[in-house]
Structure formats: structure tokens, C-alpha cells
């Protein structure tokens, strides 16, 4: 059973349009990044699959049915939307404890995922004194109580260090490979190259693209060579497989040594021959371009 089907869903507050005729599914068994520029409208759409705003229009299923319909929430949904959200006063322990209380999760529950986040040590301090990384651990311990198969994470790498991104990457790899959905949200391409499974970019509160990691970096990270030549119609009639520009000619299937040793032996002089590998970041910037909302 598909975890999260969003069908057209929509979201206007007032004349803001947050989210726009949005359809997607994530899928058990993987991580899936939700990523987009800030503003694009990724934690409108997790708090409308969380129930916590109500769509203008379309929907939003958990599991098959709507999460308000839902029997024993927690125990089908975690959630991490904003970590330093909580009760600072009371203990790690007390905070998970009454969650689990309200919720009919068994009490025991609790030292179990403090375990499991690596927050035993501390189960006794009060939240008030915790860094971000393990406010963090906190809220996915929170998210982790009902043992639920399904998982959302707002962007939850923000101001982490590197150990503590490393964690959280590891983390939800972990839940994804349990056969848990684990949908995460960022606005950084690379944290989700790293993490994801698949991706759903959106921008504008629009999809963008819905489509494999891999097939992402494969399709827009792919290799070629640039060549500039003041006789560049000749050096493309010689070449054969470029992709003719104005200024140069774009050549991917063929290595800059094949090309140079062509261009050579027909004694056609190259002012460039350079392979040119485009950045994922760049090719996620260039997807979102136009979804930005201010230009610099
Ligand atoms: P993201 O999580 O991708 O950064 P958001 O979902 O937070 O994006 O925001 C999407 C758009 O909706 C933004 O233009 C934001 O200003 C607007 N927005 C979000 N929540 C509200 C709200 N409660 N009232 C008015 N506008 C909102």
C-alpha cells in the first residue's frame, strides 16, 4: 500500500498560493526527499498530510484514508516538524512519557527509544538545556514511540554539524531499510543526494520533478565536452555526434583525447577542449530557476 498519496492537493492562504495542484506517492522501503527552495511550500504540505491545516483543494491520504481518520495516529505516522517546539522545563523522559500516556503507548516504550537515539545518558536532564542535535534526537525519538511505519522529517539536518547530519542521514537510511516510508523534507540538493532514494522537487508549491535519485544525477549530472574553435563549423562536420552552438560545440559521447587526435589529423585548430561535469547543485538550481520567488 502506497504510505502518502497527495492528489492535487492545494493550499491557498488568502491570495498566497502555498502549495498547487500537488500529486504524489511515497512508497514504503525507501527514503523519499521532498526538496524545493525555501518557500516552496514543503512543510504547508507535510501539515496538511499530518492534518494540521486543511487543503483548499485535493487531497491527502495516509495509508488510504485521511490522518484525521486515522485510529492510532502515532502508531501509523511519526512526525518531526520543529524540534525546539517542546516543554523545556521537563526531562527528556517526561516529555516522551506523556506523549505516550495520551497516546496508549506502553510506557516502556520510552527508555527504548531514548536507546535507540542515543539520548539514555541524558533521559533525566531537562530539555531546556539540550543543543539542537540532540533536540533533535529528541523529536525523532518522539516520532519513533508508536513504532510507526511511515516517517516525516522536516527538514531535519538544518544547523547540524557534521556528526550530527551524519547521524540523522544514517538514521533514516536505517528506518527506510526496515521497510519503513521515510518522506524528508530540504532545501539543500546535496543533503538529499546523499540520503534519498527518490525525490520530489517542487517549487513554487508546484511539482518540479518526480523521479529516482539516480536517474536525477544520471540525467542531469551527465559529462560532456566543451570544444571552441575558431573553424568550428568544420570541427562539428568532423565530430559528427556535437551538439552545435553559437560559440562551441557540446559533445557527449566522445572523450576529449578522440576528439583532439580527430581534430589533429585533420590539422583543425582547438582555442578549448574541456570536459565539463555539471554539479548536481547546479542542475537542481537550474530545475528551480524559475520557481524562485525573488531573484537576486
Ligand atoms: P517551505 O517549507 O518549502 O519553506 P512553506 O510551506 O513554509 O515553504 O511556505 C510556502 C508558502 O506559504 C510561503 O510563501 C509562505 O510564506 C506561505 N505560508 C506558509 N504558512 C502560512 C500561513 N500560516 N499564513 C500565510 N502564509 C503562509
Known sequence: MTAIRATNLTKRYGRTVAVADLSFDVEPG?????????????????RMILGLDRP???????????????????????????????????????????????NAIPAGRVMEVLETVG??????????????????????????LGDPEILIFDEPVNGLDPDGILWIRTFM??????????????????????TADHLVVIGKGRLIADTGVAEFIGRSSQ??????????????????????????????????????????????????LTLVRPSLEAAYMELTKDSLEYSS
Not at 484514508?65 to 517526561?94: E, M
Open 119 to 144: 539520548l539514555r545518558e541524558v533521559a533525566r536532564k531537562r530539555i531546556g538545556g539540550f543543543s539542537l542535535g540532540m533536540s533533535q534526537r529528541l523529536g525523532i525519538a518522539a516520532a519513533l
Open 173 to 194: 537510511r536505517r528506518l527506510a531499510a526496515e521497510g519503513r516510508a521515510v518522506f524528508v523534507s530540504s532545501h539543500l540538493m546535496s543533503e538529499m543526494a546523499q
Open 223 to 272: 559529462a560532456y565536452v566543451r570544444v571552441r574553435s575558431p573553424r568550428l563549423a568544420e570541427v562539428a562536420e568532423l565530430v559528427k555526434v556535437g551538439e552545435l552552438h553559437p560559440d562551441h560545440l557540446r559533445v557527449t559521447a566522445m572523450t576529449p583525447l578522440e576528439i583532439g587526435t580527430l581534430t589533429a589529423r585533420a590539422g583543425l585548430p582547438l582555442e578549448e
Open 30 to 46: 525507501r527514503v523519499t526527499g521532498f526538496l524545493g527552495p525555501n518557500g516552496a511550500g514543503k512543510s504547508t504540505t507535510m
Open 56 to 102: 483548499t483543494g485535493g487531497s491527502v491520504l495516509v495509508d488510504g484514508v485521511p490522518y484525521r481518520d486515522l485510529r492510532h495516529p502515532l502508531r501509523k505516522v511519526g512526525a518531526l516538524l520543529d524540534a525546539k517546539a517542546v516543554h523545556g522545563g521537563r526531562s527528556a523522559r517526561d516529555h516522551l512519557l506523556a506523549i505516550a500516556q495520551s
